[in-house]
DNA sequence: CTATATATGTCGTTA
DNA sequence: TAACGACGTATATAG
């Protein structure tokens, strides 16, 4: 069978392989489940990443993570593309009834993705311009360790009390407040100084749950969003 | 141009797309990218989504969601890719300057996927066998709802006391213990009884992280993982 | 390896 | 539509 062969040899030379057809899924791991029957593009890449991806949604409806080892065989004359990991252990089977179509590329990238807009942006620009946050603010350190975690921003403001930034590239919900509230409740137990920290939530806009959170915990919120790729 | 055609017969007639060449990508919308030249895969759906992959990755180097609008046009000789969406507008444009292969195909997909070993199964098994929490645990309600949200299952213990359940499949972390410890204050607040909620995460296990916070809040946490597929 | 938090997260469900 | 939380989340980073 061509494709059988197009998936070993494939495989074998780091290319990535893809395959359009009728086709079963089962699979087991962390999780388990089956899918019946149906057309799917299954995707082969030279790190060990398999995807079966349906007709609909951004996400493949199964897959197997980088990493993974592929193997094809034949079984009653059908393809079956088996795709095994440890650690944890996982398993999934594509086994194909009708092939539309199998091909393999050589997949030849130098190039990375240049992203913005994203959270270390936003630090950024709080960095460049403390005052964005209020007048007088000044960072001290970003990724402060606490024993709850590390802080993204830390800092003091004018009257030199501590100040605990958490910042989120969008719009905040509870998780957000919950998280700075664990971060300024740990610094206030270690610091054992008499000012309480401030903690302060840096978002461009938070839900409503989130500003009663907020004010409950006595934490405060700044509306600042990451810079446009433009600025 | 052969390629152009088949985007464009085959996103007019609900196909799946696939595309393999050397092409730059560019993405506008909630962020921002560049990608340079390298080799790719990109993949049209029928429900509007698009998908850039490299050769490494579960996840796709670009994309866009489903209910975007594909478009396919030709710059310069160079087959150019145009995805958009609004609401938030977001826009992807693929310029290929070399294209190894272009296929289209009719994914007829009759089936869904069914995974066990989520949530809702361990919370089923709770249902089913509430001694598994503690012996006279009763549940009284699934979703039961408090000005902090949803708590997954709220009961009562043999003594009579409220206890709120907030199941994770997987072992669980300092986000989880900031999730129930809300509901429970939620309660506390809202119930105004005497005696105070109890709350218990259920999960298979907790990083120490999680169990110091657990202890700090006065929270519990019980050993338990969704039932394998065979059970 | 585990632990922790981000993500253009996506996805489902519900108000 | 927005909000909220689950997800086989994946991914990067620190320890």
Same mark, same amino acid.
């Not at 509230?181 to 461009?204: Q, S």
């Not at 749950?209 to 700044?222: N, P, T």
């Given at each position: 069978?061509?494709?059988?062969?197009?998936?070993?040899? #494939?495989?074998?030379?780091?290319?990535?392989?893809?395959?359009?057809?009728?086709?079963?899924?089962?699979?087991?791991?962390?999780?388990?489940? $089956?899918?019946?029957?149906?057309?799917?593009?299954?995707?082969?890449?030279?790190?060990? $990443? =398999?995807?079966?991806?349906?007709?609909?949604?951004?996400?493949?409806?199964?897959?197997?993570?980088?990493?993974?080892?592929?193997?094809?065989?034949?079984? %009653?004359?059908?393809?079956?593309?088996?795709?095994?990991?440890?650690?944890?252990?996982?398993?999934?089977?594509? !086994?194909?009834?009708?092939?539309?179509?199998?091909?393999?590329?050589?997949? $030849?990238?130098?190039?990375?993705?240049?992203?913005?807009?994203?959270?270390?942006?936003?630090?950024?620009?709080?960095?460049?311009?403390?005052?964005?946050?209020?007048? #007088?603010?000044?960072?001290?350190? $970003?990724?402060?360790?606490?024993?709850?975690?590390?802080? %993204?921003?830390?800092?003091?403001?004018?009257?030199?009390?501590?100040?605990?930034?958490?910042?989120?590239? !969008?719009?905040?919900?509870?998780?957000?407040?919950?998280?700075?509230?664990?971060?300024?409740?740990?610094?206030?137990?270690?610091?054992?100084?008499?000012?309480?920290?401030?903690?302060?939530?840096?978002?461009?806009?938070?839900?409503?749950? =989130?500003?009663?959170?907020?004010?409950?915990?006595?934490?405060?919120?700044?509306?600042?969003?990451?810079?446009?790729?433009?600025?």
């Amino acid at each position: 069978m061509r494709a059988l062969e197009l998936v070993r040899s #494939g495989t074998e030379a780091d290319l990535l392989v893809t395959l359009f057809g009728r086709c079963r899924v089962t699979y087991e791991g962390r999780a388990a489940s $089956t899918l019946g029957p149906g057309d799917r593009l299954v995707v082969l890449k030279p790190d060990g $990443t =398999a995807l079966v991806h349906a007709n609909e949604g951004h996400q493949p409806v199964n897959w197997q993570p980088p990493g993974s080892t592929h193997a094809g065989r034949l079984a %009653d004359g059908e393809l079956v593309i088996e795709s095994t990991r440890e650690s944890p252990a996982e398993r999934l089977l594509v !086994r194909f009834e009708a092939l539309g179509h199998a091909a393999a590329f050589d997949p $030849t990238d130098p190039n990375e993705l240049a992203l913005s807009g994203t959270e270390a942006d936003l630090r950024d620009r709080i960095l460049k311009s403390p005052s964005l946050i209020e007048d #007088g603010f000044e960072p001290r350190a $970003t990724e402060r360790q606490t024993s709850a975690g590390a802080v %993204d921003v830390y800092g003091e403001d004018a009257d030199g009390r501590a100040v605990v930034l958490e910042l989120k590239r !969008r719009r905040a919900g509870p998780d957000a407040v919950s998280q700075l509230n664990r971060y300024v409740d740990a610094l206030d137990r270690e610091r054992h100084a008499d000012a309480t920290v401030r903690g302060i939530l840096v978002a461009p806009s938070v839900t409503d749950r =989130a500003h009663r959170l907020l004010a409950e915990r006595g934490l405060e919120f700044v509306s600042l969003a990451p810079p446009d790729s433009s600025e």
